[in-house]
């Protein structure tokens, strides 16, 4: 198992305008992901929200319809059968997943797709992830066996969106594990909206639960 804090410093890795230490990046259709070997696993992680384009995917909150998944968020969705397809050229066996923010519900698709065509990955870990999809999304990667684990820092507003219910459809939008809290606080005079969002919390936290 890969440990939390080397996932998250992944993920902060991925948000450089260059990232560096990756054997492949990819970026389709707005969706960026970066592929690493470590300690015999293909780690494959999703970058979060940095620019308008990413924040209009996150504001994208209307079910599509999936063959395989079921409901899923089509913002969150798009670009991810070409990341599903790349992936299989450039892994091996043990196949970790990650992102923060918007790239952790892409990380969970990810791990739902390999799920569904029988092969899931070995962990799925994300950071501040919002929930990527409905109940069926939920089952297969629940079903899968993988090991699944999701943080949310303090009062970290991103794991709470989409609403949790869709009036017109009447199924919920859910998370497929319980997160884990962390208690990383921004400074007092910090009046952003996402100021519990970032991944350096995430990183700072982490690192103190040793």
């Given at each position: ?165 869709v ?11 319980a ?7 921004s ?24």
């Amino acid at each position: 198992m890969i440990s939390p804090l080397a996932l998250a410093q992944a993920c902060a890795d991925a948000y450089a305008d260059a990232p560096a230490g990756f054997d492949h990046i990819w970026e389709f259709s707005g969706t960026h992901a970066a592929h690493r070997r470590v300690e015999g696993a293909d780690i494959i992680v999703f970058r979060g929200s940095k620019d308008a384009e990413d924040w209009i995917r996150d504001l994208e909150a209307v079910p599509i319809w999936d063959s395989r998944l079921g409901f899923v968020h089509a913002g969150f969705m798009m670009g991810m059968y070409d990341v599903l397809a790349a992936v299989a050229l450039a892994t091996v066996k043990d196949v970790v997943v990650t992102g923060h923010s918007l790239g952790g519900a892409r990380a969970r698709i990810l791990a739902a797709l390999l799920a569904y065509s029988g092969k899931p990955v070995s962990q799925c870990c994300v950071f501040g992830s919002p929930r990527p999809g409905f109940a069926n999304l939920s089952r297969i990667l629940q079903k899968s066996a993988t090991p699944l684990a999701s943080y949310r820092n303090y009062h970290d507003p991103v794991p709470l969106v989409p609403a949790a219910w869709v009036p017109v459809i009447g199924d919920p939008w859910v998370h497929p594990d319980a997160w884990i809290s962390l208690e990383e606080h921004s400074a007092p005079d910090d009046l952003e909206p996402l100021r519990d969002h970032h991944i350096q919390h995430y990183l700072d936290g982490l690192a103190k639960l040793g």
